[in-house]
Nanobody
Framework: QVQLVESGGGLVQPGGSLRLSCAAS????????MGWYRQAPGKQRELVAT???????NYADSVKGRFTISRNNAKITVYLQMNSLKPEDTAVYYC???????????????WGQGTLVTVSS
C-alpha cells in the first residue's frame, strides 16, 4: 500500500503565497517523477508542475514564474511553492506519483486525496 498525503492548502488573498507539501509513505521501493495537478469547479483536472527524481522540472504556462516545484528524495516529499496567487488558481490540488515501484515490485500510479486552495479577498 502506498499513500500520498497533501497538506498546506487554505484560504489566501490575491497576491499571497502558499506552500503545499505531499509526503509519500508505505511499501515503496522507488518513485520517479512526482507532480501536482489541480481541478477547479466545473473544469477538468490539469497539470500544474512535475519534477523528476533528478530535479528536472516542467510547469504549466499559467503558473510559470509564480510556482516552484521541489522535492526531498530522502523524505519522499514533493513541495509546491505558490506565489502571486490569483483567484483563477482556486482549485483542489492533487499530488501524483505516476510510476511508483512498490516493495513487491508492482508499479502504481498513486494520487493523493487533494487539498483545497482558495484565492479570494
Amino acid at each position: 500500500q502506498v499513500q500520498l498525503v497533501e497538506s498546506g492548502g487554505g484560504l489566501v488573498q490575491p497576491g499571497g503565497s502558499l506552500r503545499l507539501s505531499c509526503a509519500a509513505s508505505g511499501s515503496i521501493f522507488s518513485i520517479r517523477d512526482m507532480g501536482w495537478y489541480r481541478q477547479a469547479p466545473g473544469k477538468q483536472r490539469e497539470l500544474v508542475a512535475t519534477i523528476t527524481s533528478g530535479g528536472n522540472t516542467n510547469y504549466a504556462d499559467s503558473v510559470k514564474g509564480r510556482f516552484t516545484i521541489s522535492r526531498n528524495n530522502a523524505k519522499i516529499t514533493v513541495y509546491l511553492q505558490m506565489n502571486s496567487l490569483k483567484p483563477e488558481d482556486t482549485a483542489v490540488y492533487y499530488c501524483n506519483a505516476p510510476d511508483v515501484i512498490t516493495s513487491a515490485l508492482r508499479r502504481l500510479d498513486a494520487w493523493g486525496q487533494g487539498t483545497l486552495v482558495t484565492v479570494s479577498s
